[in-house]
């Protein structure tokens, strides 16, 4: 019998892919989201969707009351940066009283294993590369903040309560599903390659690049750019872990590729994947941001036995050039 896996945000952009791999791993799934960021129109026909808020325990409770469970993937968070730094209540009530009431009714109808989607935010300033899972937590925003207060409530419920988790830690998040079923779907949009294409489209006129005169060969940032196919393979394997696993785990793991791209790469590359000119304006740096962050991403190998195949950036911007097309009816 095949497990049924609750999977919250999966209408969104990373749980909406990973729920897809679920599906093709043979696995049933339940979609809980509240479609404040999610897309409707993305959730298979294969999965059971029950529209829903965490910060409405009953509403969640009910899923647990109505579906048997085996496990839960948790994808629903906010996660714009400076909207957390201007309004933290937001954050706070969502990411940490929302994840709370999930865990609590894991607990009441004994669902006993999660894998959490976390962030590099929790690592706050970063300065030694590569990062490892060792590195001391210290998030400098509220949203960073919120996914580590998580990651300490599931440290606590494994030692009271015996719930199993894996935090997966992921660094940039970028590219589309290969069959274009599922992409970046942001409004507004932050993330500097579906700006870039949109340039490249025309519908926004420049690209802001913040600083070109870091210590980097073109004197831009370079970020570790992960597919959303090689994160959602990732959370495969942290939930078969979890399966496959007697002992009650908590684990924090690194999902990154361990390479870095710099801005202008990518800029050059997306040239050359759409044959359009995209327009650039320097301006200055931003403050906080380093000039280069790579993960260490040990850990994911050789723990979860996990390698990311799909993260080349050729692939990445295809796919994502090939998602924007097709959202804009061009495909």
């Known amino acids: 019998m095949s497990l049924t896996i609750l999977v919250t945000g999966g209408a969104g952009y990373i749980g909406s892919q990973t729920n897809l791999a679920l599906i093709e791993a043979g696995y049933k799934t339940i979609i809980f989201d509240n479609l404040v960021y999610g897309h409707e129109q993305i959730i298979p026909k294969e999965s059971t969707f029950i529209k829903g808020d965490l910060n409405d325990l009953e509403s969640i409770e009910s899923v647990f009351r109505d579906h ?20 933290p209540a937001k954050y706070y009530q969502n990411n940490v009283l929302g994840t709370l009431n999930l865990l609590n009714s894991m607990r009441k109808y004994n669902v006993d294993k999660i894998v959490f989607s976390s962030t590099c935010a929790i690592y706050g300033e970063i300065e030694e590369i590569p990062v490892n899972e060792s590195k001391r937590a210290d998030p400098i925003s509220p949203y960073g903040k919120s996914k580590w207060m998580v990651e300490q409530i599931l440290k606590d419920y494994a030692v009271a309560y015996s719930l199993s988790s894996i935090a997966l830690r992921y660094f940039n998040a970028c590219g589309a599903d290969k069959d274009q079923r599922t992409g970046e779907w942001h409004d507004p949009e932050t993330h500097l390659i579906p700006i870039i294409l949109d340039v490249a489209y025309g519908t926004r006129e420049s690209l802001s690049v ?31 872990k979890l399966v496959d696993t007697k002992n009650v785990l908590c684990e924090n793991v690194n999902i990154a590729t361990g390479n870095g791209y710099s801005v202008l790469e990518i800029v050059e590359t997306a040239k050359k994947i759409t044959k359009k000119e995209i327009k650039i304006e320097f301006k200055p740096r931003r403050a906080g941001d380093p000039a280069k962050i790579i993960a260490d991403n040990f850990k994911a190998k050789n723990y979860l036995g996990w390698n990311p195949q799909y993260s080349e950036l050729d692939f990445i911007i295809q796919t994502a050039w090939n998602w924007l097309q097709k959202q804009n009816n061009q495909l």
């Open 68 to 87: 048997r469970i085996d496990a839960v993937i948790h994808f629903a968070a906010y996660a714009y940066v400076g909207e957390s730094v201007e309004n």
């Open 210 to 240: 913040f600083g070109n005169d870091y210590p980097t060969p073109d004197g831009t940032c370079i970020r570790d750019y992960i597919h959303t196919m090689d994160l959602a393979s990732a959370h495969i394997k942290a939930l078969e």
